[in-house]
C-alpha cells in the first residue's frame, strides 16, 4: 500500500467504517438491555414508541460518527436530559451497559473510538445539568 492510500483510509469517517446496520444493531441491543437494567429503566417508562426512539439515537450517533441522513432531524440533548435527574452513577451505568453492547458487535479500535465519543457526550451533558 502507498502512503497515500494508507492516509486516505485513516480519513474514512467513523460512520463509514462502522457502517449504518451495526449502529441499527448496537442501539436497538443497548435499549433492550437498557428496558431491564435495574439502576436505568426507570428513566425510560415515559417512552411508548421505542421503534422510533431507537431509530433517533441511532440517527444521533450517525451525524456524530460524520455520516449524513436522508432526512435531517434536530436534536434536543439538553433539553431532553435535564429534567431526568440524572447523576454521575447513573452515566457511568449508561456507559457501561453501552460498552458492554458495543463489545458484542463492533471491533476492538473501532468500538474503543464510539465509547470515547460517548464518554465526552456525557461529560458534556453532565456539565451542563442543573446544579
Ligand atoms: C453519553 C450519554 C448519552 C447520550 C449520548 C444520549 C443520547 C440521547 C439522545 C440523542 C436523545 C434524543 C434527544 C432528542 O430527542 O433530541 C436522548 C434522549 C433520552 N435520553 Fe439520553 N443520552 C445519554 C445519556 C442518558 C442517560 C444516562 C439517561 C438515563 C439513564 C438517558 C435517558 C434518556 C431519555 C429518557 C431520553 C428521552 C427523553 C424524552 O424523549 O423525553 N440518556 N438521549
Known amino acids: 500500500m502507498t502512503g497515500a492510500s494508507s ?4 480519513l474514512e469517517p467513523l460512520c463509514a467504517k462502522i457502517g449504518r446496520d451495526r449502529v441499527d ?6 435499549y433492550t438491555k437498557l428496558r431491564t437494567d435495574p439502576v436505568l429503566h426507570g428513566y ?13 439515537i441511532a440517527d444521533f ?3 456524530a ?15 431532553r436530559h435535564r429534567t431526568l435527574g440524572l447523576t454521575p ?8 451497559l453501552f460498552g458492554d453492547t458495543m463489545a458484542i458487535y463492533v471491533p476492538p479500535d473501532l468500538a474503543k ?5 460517548a464518554v465526552g457526550i456525557g ?6 445539568m442543573p446544579k
Open 113 to 117: 473510538q464510539w465509547l470515547q465519543m
Open 7 to 10: 492516509y486516505r483510509r485513516k
Open 89 to 96: 452513577v447513573v452515566f457511568e451505568r449508561w456507559l457501561a
Open 44 to 56: 425510560f417508562d415515559g417512552i411508548t414508541d421505542f421503534s422510533e426512539h431507537e431509530a433517533l
Open 25 to 30: 444493531q448496537v442501539v436497538h441491543a443497548f
Open 65 to 79: 460518527m460524520g455520516g449524513i441522513l436522508a432526512q435531517p432531524r434536530q436534536f434536543d440533548m439538553l433539553g
Open 61 to 63: 450517533w450517525w451525524v
Open 123 to 128: 461529560a458534556n451533558l453532565q456539565n451542563q
